[in-house]
């Protein structure tokens, strides 16, 4: 069983920073990926950052030059630091772990964040 458990979310400003967080525990085996994805009002889940175990990373364009994600591989965590944040960045973001001999997706249950025009 893992756990994948976020925090960070809250309500901010436009132009504000949040910073979330998300730990994996558990029956933790090989990590692949860590990653965040957001769904928003009425829209689908869509992908924002992800980091591989050896480092490289991918961005929407939407939040390319805004957010940064990163990783501490020991602790089994994730961080997706977000500044210039804009309404349209208002979601309910979760976060994902690609894991296992045979790669398995895992989510967490979520984190709202709601920015203020």
């Known amino acids: 069983q893992v756990q994948l458990v976020e925090s960070g979310g809250g309500l901010v400003q436009a132009g504000g920073s949040l910073r979330l967080s998300c730990a994996a525990s558990?029956?933790?085996?090989?990590?692949?990926?860590m990653g965040w994805y957001r769904q928003g009002p009425g829209k689908q889940r869509e992908l924002v950052a992800t980091a591989s175990s050896g480092g490289s990373t991918n961005y929407a364009d939407s939040v390319k030059g805004r957010f940064t994600i990163s990783r501490d591989n020991a602790k089994n965590t994730v961080y997706l630091q977000m500044n210039s944040l804009k309404p349209e960045d208002t979601a309910t973001y979760y976060c994902?772990?690609?894991?296992?001999?045979?790669?398995?997706?895992?989510w967490g249950q979520g984190t709202q964040v709601t920015v203020s025009s």
């Open positions: 994902s772990a690609v894991m296992g001999p045979i790669p398995q997706r895992y």
């Open positions: 558990g029956s933790i085996f090989s990590i692949i990926a």
